[in-house]
């Protein structure tokens, strides 16, 4: 029977329905190619980034036809969304076949569950130990017929060391076959043979040589359909044939029937093209490639294509579950088969003979006995200070040369972003682009099909991702469109030829974009001289780091050579945050994607063009309360840059810090003293055992003594270690609840960073 699968009449899915194009139902006769008639076709499909698709299918159903078609990959993924609508609003019933996986199908076949376990013959004849077959033979020399009926008592590999090996009759001779050298012949080897054995109604027990065999046919005809369901469900998992889902409670024709359910696709990607223009005008065409994964074909559906990224699942109803039961047992453990059917009291009490049976290994890896009946196998942070060189890199309070700062949200300086003149891109859109030719594709086929055509601006520039970089050349791209566009790869064309390739990023309504499309060898940059400062203006306690909010200012003087013959436009990435002012530069630009801002030079042709620049920027630097020492809260302490009710708290915190780190030394001595207790006791452990095997008891218990102290001291060091880790506790808790004193002036202080950003409005 299958399963049912009540459908009501959602309506907060009913929407999907609704805003679907409503052309007349499809016949069978305009459904696709001729001859292949189609029951409710594929008519809308609107494929999402994250890899799903809403299938809209409508038609008309005539009298008596009950089914309605799902691939079988879709299954799972319909059960849960489906919406089945007809024009009276009718609630329908469906049944399915139920699905299982193929290790299930395999394992009710009798054959290996695994999913990587070959499905090799000695396997396939082994799926019917117990069942009863007629097997075909190649000759009726042996029972004067060529078919044998009877039950299979099982599928052995048998060596010819193995006492059942048939080698013939007494005193035959065996094959020969010639030798390499001299042409004589010599006995050819013996190899391991695959045997039948079969308990027949009229001859007993048989066995068969698998040469023998022309084929083994299971009589119950239900062996057969579970190796058929065992194949098609290994099919499944690599095709993706039609589904029906049958209709119940009607016989009569629905007219105007719409399906429709969410289901796994593959994801639509985009292939872009930008053609630059003068005067920075461009026209970007873009294109999706859509994948086909059915093997339906998609004849006239109406596509389209969504930029978003639904919450989506997979969850498995097609196939039946089983509540898993607890198992109660005896309190005494029983056994289900008696103890003498697999063996003898003798046996059991040691008495074995030589000959113990051989376990031989098939091909696919499962063992089989090799022997008679009942000899079947078993088949079982760092503390650097000093000043950083790289633009924006200034290091205080423990950090490094080079390591990039964050934000402050304490002290305004400017917004790169609003002098570049940038707008801030939108909230990303949501966007869905309609295809406006309707697809056809074919099974298993894919398709790159035209959506966008839009003018943007765009440029190409010579571009230094940082004033140390070597030269290239770029596009810089400002989405002009209300869509979001998806990222893809982009070949950008102008001049009259190709410039180049880029990546292009998910770039929102509004957003600016550079990527590099080819080296440039006419431009070099070079930085004469650099000046860099740094002046504290407060600190704060927030998640547990000390943070200093400085204003950085770095002064260089950029060098830049023109081999170009021709005046250029040169872009240099600043390494700012967006707190920050930029001067000297013609002009500013800013990269929405990356979070770059550029400075824009106009150099004329020629070498040795020299600007001087001046950056200054809030920057925000912290280092978490295990990592501070005395060093680092001196040097705040006596900057007289910070105000004095800031550097009160950190002059009151600086005992705890001392105490704390005082506490943290004896910690690690007390570590030092525990591995050296452990290593002795353990050394005092090995030598006892040996006294114990070769002294007298005396020299015994003089050791056990030692061994006793040794332990004593162990266990009295790991309680003096679990007192300071209890000591540190308190010590940094205290310390930290005095660094919170600082954060008493935050609240002041944003308000007065607001005022100043408003202000610069």
Not at 621 to 648: M, T, Y
């Amino acid at each position: 029977m299958g399963n049912w699968l009540r459908v009501p009449s959602l309506g907060l899915l009913a929407f999907l329905l609704a805003c679907a194009h409503h052309a007349p139902p499809k016949t069978a006769t305009d459904q696709g190619p001729p001859g292949q008639e189609q029951i409710l076709p594929l008519v809308r499909l609107r494929l999402y980034a994250s890899g799903v698709g809403y299938f809209e299918r409508h038609g008309n159903v005539s009298a008596g036809q009950r089914r309605l078609p799902v691939p079988l990959g879709h299954l799972d993924d319909a059960l849960k969304s489906l919406v089945l609508l007809n024009s009276d609003s009718e609630q329908l019933s469906l049944s399915f076949p139920s699905r299982v996986s193929p290790a299930v199908a395999r394992a009710r076949a009798g054959m290996a569950a695994a999913e990587n376990a070959a499905l090799s013959y000695d396997r396939l004849l082994a799926a019917l130990r117990g069942e009863r077959v007629v097997v075909t033979l190649g000759s009726a020399a042996r029972f004067g017929k060529t078919q044998v009926s009877g039950r299979v008592i099982e599928v052995v590999s048998v060596e010819p060391t193995h006492p059942s090996y048939d080698h013939g009759p007494p005193g035959a001779t065996l094959r020969k076959e010639k030798g390499e050298g001299d042409g004589e012949e010599t006995p050819a080897p013996e190899r391991a043979r695959l045997q039948v054995m079969l308990l027949s109604p009229e001859y007993g027990v048989i066995r068969f040589d698998l040469s023998e065999l022309v084929s083994v046919r299971p009589i119950d005809p239900r062996i057969v359909e579970r190796f058929e369901a065992a194949l098609s469900a290994r099919i499944a998992t690599r095709a993706n044939p039609t589904e029906w889902l049958e209709m119940a409670g009607t016989d009569r024709a629905l007219r105007d029937l719409r399906l429709g359910y969410l289901a796994e696709t593959p994801i639509w990607r985009t292939s872009y093209r930008l053609v630059v223009g003068d005067g920075g005008r461009a026209e970007l065409q873009a294109w999706a490639l859509v994948h086909n994964d059915t093997d339906e074909t998609w004849h006239d559906v109406k596509l389209e294509l969504v930029d978003d990224y639904p919450s989506s699942f997979l969850f498995p109803l097609a196939a039946p579950r089983y509540q898993r039961r607890e198992l109660s047992t005896p309190s005494e453990e029983l056994s289900s088969v008696p103890q003498l059917s697999t063996t003898t009291p003798d046996a059991m009490w040691g008495d074995f003979s030589d000959y113990q049976g051989e376990v031989v290994e098939s091909i696919a890896g499962e063992s089989f006995g090799a022997g008679g009946l009942g000899l079947s196998g078993v088949g079982h942070g760092g503390g650097g200070r000093g000043e950083g060189v790289g633009l924006g890199s200034i290091g205080t309070l423990g950090h490094g040369a080079g390591v990039p700062p964050g934000v402050s949200d304490l002290i305004w300086v400017g917004d790169l972003q609003k002098q570049a003149g940038v707008i801030p891109p939108a909230e990303r859109a949501v966007s869905i682009y309609q295809v406006k030719k309707p697809l056809h594709l074919l099974p298993q086929h894919s398709a790159l099909l035209p959506f966008l055509r839009e003018k943007v601006s765009a440029k190409t520039i010579v571009w230094f991702s940082s004033p140390s970089s070597a030269p290239e050349r770029a596009i810089g791209i400002t989405n002009n469109t209300r869509n979001t566009l998806p990222e893809g790869p982009m070949a950008v064309f102008g001049r009259g030829g190709f410039l180049g390739e880029a990546m292009l990023d998910s770039l929102q309504p509004g957003a600016r974009q550079f990527a590099r499309i080819g080296d440039e060898a006419d431009f070099d940059l070079s930085v004469a001289e650099s000046k860099t400062e740094s002046v504290r203006r407060h600190v704060d306690f927030l998640n547990d780091r000390l943070r200093v909010h400085s204003v950085a200012t770095w002064k260089p003087s950029l060098v830049f050579n023109n081999r170009s013959g021709a005046p250029a436009e040169i872009y240099v990435g600043m390494s700012l945050v967006n707190n920050s002012v930029l001067e000297g530069s013609d002009r500013l630009d800013f990269d929405s994607t990356a979070g770059t801002p550029f400075a824009v030079f106009d150099v004329p042709a020629g070498p040795g063009t020299e600007r001087n620049l001046m950056a200054r920027q809030g920057i925000a630097e912290g280092q978490a309360v295990d990592a501070l020492d005395l060093d680092d809260l001196d040097e705040l302490i006596r900057d007289q840059n910070l105000p004095s009710e800031e550097r009160a708290i950190l002059t009151k915190a600086r005992p705890l810090l001392e105490q704390r780190l005082a506490t943290v030394r004896a910690q690690e001595e007390l570590e030092v003293e525990l591995d050296s207790a452990k290593e002795e006791l353990k050394s005092l452990k090995q030598t006892t055992e040996d006294v114990g095997a070769k002294e007298s008891k005396e020299a015994g218990a003089v050791m056990t003594h030692r061994v006793l102290a040794a332990l004593d001291n162990v266990r009295k060091i790991e309680a003096r270690k679990r007192n300071l880790d209890k000591e540190l506790e308190t010590r940094t808790r205290a310390l930290k609840s005095t660094l919170s004193e600082l954060n008493t002036f935050r609240a002041k202080l944003v308000e007065e960073r607001k005022r100043a950003e408003a202000a610069a409005r």
